[in-house]
């Protein structure tokens, strides 16, 4: 949809995509906002990127921090809600 995978060299050829059912799922979407395919797909991408980027503060302070400093900032804002 935004042009960051190209469907013939997925994962080397090994694995086939749909880019036709990719935006009429997205285009469904994007009636249900009244935006365009590609500002849903933006929309989506920001979702994405911000849920991984979350998972990842989420395993780094699980590690790396005492848990009662861990519980203390799980339990306010400090992490990213989407």
């Known amino acids: 949809l935004l042009g ?4 013939e060299g997925f994962l080397g050829g090994e694995m ?3 880019p036709e059912r990719s935006n009429k799922a997205v ?3 994007a009636q249900e906002f009244s935006l ?3 500002q849903m ?4 991408l920001e979702v ?3 849920k991984m980027a979350n ?3 989420h395993s780094f302070t699980a590690v790396h921090l005492p848990s009662h400093i861990y519980t203390r900032l ?3 804002a400090i992490l990213f809600t989407v």
């Open 36 to 38: 365009l395919r590609e």
């Open 4 to 7: 960051r995978i190209s469907p």
């Open 55 to 57: 998972a990842t503060l």
């Open 41 to 44: 797909a933006e929309g989506i």
């Open 48 to 50: 994405v990127n911000a």
């Open 74 to 76: 799980t339990n306010s």
């Open 16 to 18: 086939q995509l749909f």
């Open 27 to 29: 285009d469904r979407l």
